[in-house]
C-alpha cells in the first residue's frame, strides 16, 4: 500500500534500478524493465510489507501497476490469465501532442503491425510469442 506514490525516494530507487539495469546489474526481469524490490527496499523507502490480497476465481482486477505488485505463491492448478494494453503514446516524450504514431488511422492499427514486421523478420529480431495450439481457458 502505497508504493503508487513518486516520492523522492521512490525516484531515486527507480533512477539507481534503471542505472543497474541498463549496465547488466540486477536480476533478468529488473534488465527488461520489469523492477523487483525486495522486502529491505520497501523498508528503506518507507513502506509496509507487501500485503495478499486474495480474490474468487474468475475476478477481474483493475489495479494501478504503477504500485509495487507482484502474484504470489498459489497452488499448483491456478491459472492467471492477464489482459494488458500498450496502445498509448510513449509517456517519455517531452511534448504532448504531435506524436504521428497516434494519428487516428494509424494508432489502432500500429500493434497488428509490429507484430506483422516482429514475424516477417523473425531470424532477424526474434519474436517472444511462440505458436501454443488452440485450447479454451477453464476456471
Known sequence: PGSHRMTAERLAWEEAMAIAASTGGGD???????????DSDLKMLGLPPARELAVPANTLMIADTLGFHARGPSPADMCRVEV?????RNPFQ???GLDPLSHEWIAPRRVDWLWQFRDRFRRQIGQPWKPAGIGTITG
Open 28 to 38: 533478468r526481469l529488473s534488465r527488461r524493465g520489469s523492477f523487483r524490490i525486495s
Open 84 to 88: 494488458w494494453s500498450f496502445l498509448r
Open 94 to 96: 517531452p511534448w504532448t
